[in-house]
């Protein structure tokens, strides 16, 4: 079967619904296809509050959120939802193969946002000795069988990794009656948000070994137990020191990888610090026609930011249909000092947006740091961040004036400790 | 003593609070810090989000929250409570699953729709 339209969304979470939300409301032929049973992708399992203080100024649930979104997607008429609904393939000629009930489609697109989210890194991922009993599983995993399906993942629980999801899941497995023994994080910093900290393990006594990892799983068909460990200053584990951990169940929350198989197939270069493609003030990726958004861009901290993102991405893909981004000429972003990453990774001129937001995520916690622009040895503009941590992205907006006839373009981050 | 960590900006500062007749407080960079240890000393609150049974839904459980912050030790009574309640499909989002719980003018709503499994 055949199908046409404007402006294809692979990925109904809440980047894909705000890019559709955004194409659909300038007039396009917008199609979103999820493979989901329903709209608003992870939201939905991530019942616990703390969404939307940016963007709707109050503070929602994952639901709640998604729901605003949803709501607002299906009350135009021109934006056609297409749920269960699997792509299987991209080409660079923006032809969509996907298959759902009805059957195979070949759809084809003038444009396509790109809004398929991330994935949780697994046990194949860590590559800890041991035996492969069950009662490993990913926090998110973990999070979607408590939160819809109903049940609990065991008893007695250790987690690996202090990203956010691992702490969240930490409180909610507490509060759900189990024992949650600890979190382990092989950094000496850890991982999630502050607020994460304090509400979800120190409210409840839940202990946080920083430093350390797990070396050893034990278990024959079940999870029996683990072996933790120290790690030195190069993060190798200092294996005398270890210690058994009684434990039925193992959550692992050890970062997300954008998952861009689908960008891969359309020939897409992707940046190997991000994981997700590179693009410019657009979000329009190296290939003219495909945009990207949210988590499959780059992992952020907050869905606010995942659904500005899908906002831009539909309005610069309408810009895209009617000619006017032009890419005239392209200047990379260079970063520097301590910033592991930026999005967007260069700009394209002429810059038509009124105004910039660049993403960062710096490489070690520090205090009293200063972000300059730059361009080769003269500072456009600075801003002071009293602490930045690696959990916390650096957002700032810059006008597009101070940049329409610069030579370079190099953030430089600064700081003390 | 007790030690705290402030959670109203990212610099994350360690507070100290003595008892005393008044709350003495140390550690804070800011103002900020001294109404959040104060409130978290006096009256820590928190929102709590679970989930309850529903029947005849798409999924088995809905997810729930309370309108408002309530006290902190009101959270496992009322977990307590709520493992109790079951509903049934269909239902809409912010619909009162429990009201005025513990007499705080708080009630449990729905944070979605549970549409009604065709069987």
């Keep these: 079967m055949k199908k046409e339209v404007d402006i294809a969304v692979i990925g109904g979470g809440p980047g894909g619904l705000a890019g559709a939300f955004s194409a659909g409301k300038r007039g396009l032929k917008v199609l979103i296809l999820e493979r989901g049973e329903e709209l608003g992708g992870i939201l939905n399992q991530c019942i616990h509050p703390g969404f939307g203080l940016l963007y709707f100024k109050e ?41 759902n009930e009805k059957g195979l489609w070949e759809i084809k697109a003038k444009a396509i946002i790109f809004s398929m989210g991330c994935r949780e890194r697994t046990q194949g991922n860590l590559a800890i000795p041991g035996t492969r009993p069950s009662g490993i599983f990913t926090a998110g995993t973990a999070q979607r069988f408590v939160n819809i399906e109903g049940y609990l993942p065991g008893e007695k629980i250790l987690i690996l990794g202090s990203g956010d999801i691992g702490l969240i899941m930490a409180r909610r497995l507490r509060w759900e009656g189990a024992e949650v023994i600890g979190v382990v994080e092989k950094l000496p910093y850890p991982g999630g948000l ?3 900290l304090v509400q979800c393990l120190e409210d409840y006594d839940i202990p946080l070994y920083l430093s350390h990892t797990v ?61 997700g493609p590179f693009v410019d003030q657009f979000l329009m990726t190296e290939k003219e026609g495909f945009f990207a958004c949210g988590n499959v861009l780059l992992v952020n901290d907050l869905v606010d930011y995942v659904s500005l993102q899908g906002l831009l991405a539909g309005e610069s893909a309408e810009k895209y249909l009617k000619g006017e981004i032009k890419r005239e000429k392209k200047l990379p972003v260079k970063i520097n000092g301590n910033l592991r990453l930026v999005v967007p990774q260069y700009l394209s001129y002429p810059i038509i947006l009124p105004e910039i937001t660049f993403y960062f995520r710096v490489l070690n916690p520090k205090e009293n740091s200063i972000l300059y622009l730059k361009e080769k040895e003269k500072i456009l503009k600075t801003w002071k961040y009293p602490m930045v941590k690696p959990a916390e992205m650096l957002v700032i907006k810059v006008s597009s004036s101070i940049l329409e006839n610069v030579e370079e373009i190099n953030f430089v981050l600064e700081g003390s400790k | 003593m007790k030690k705290l960590t402030c959670i109203v ?28 240890a104060k409130e978290e000393i006096r009256n820590p609150k928190r929102v709590l989000t679970t989930t309850v049974k529903i029947k005849d839904g798409i999924y088995p459980v809905i997810p729930v929250r309370t309108s408002k912050p309530i006290p902190k030790d009101y959270i496992f009574p009322l977990l307590k409570k709520l493992s109790e309640v079951e509903l049934t499909a269909p239902i809409p989002s912010g619909y009162k699953v429990l009201e005025n719980i513990f007499n705080l003018g708080i009630d449990v709503i729905t944070t979605r729709e549970m549409k009604k499994l065709n069987k």
Excluded: H, Q
């Design chain 2, 9 to 36: 900006c990212p610099l994350s500062c360690s507070l100290f609070i003595e008892e005393k007749e008044e709350l003495k407080i140390t550690g804070n960079k800011c103002e900020r810090g001294i109404k959040y």
């Design chain 1, 194 to 196: 502050t607020r994460n």
């Design chain 1, 59 to 99: 503070e929602l649930t994952g639901p709640e959120y998604a729901e605003r979104w949803i709501k607002m997607v299906e009350e135009l008429d021109n934006i056609e939802i297409w749920t269960k609904t699997m792509v299987l393939e991209v080409s660079p000629d923006k032809r969509i193969l996907a298959v």
């Design chain 1, 215 to 275: 070396v050893e799983i034990k278990g024959k068909e079940r999870l029996e137990g683990v072996y933790i460990a120290p790690v030195d200053d190069k993060g190798n584990p200092i294996l005398e020191n270890k210690k058994y951990i009684s434990c039925d169940t193992l959550l692992l929350s050890v970062g997300l990888i954008p998952e861009n198989e689908l960008s891969e197939m359309a020939e897409i270069p992707l940046d190997g610090k991000t994981g």
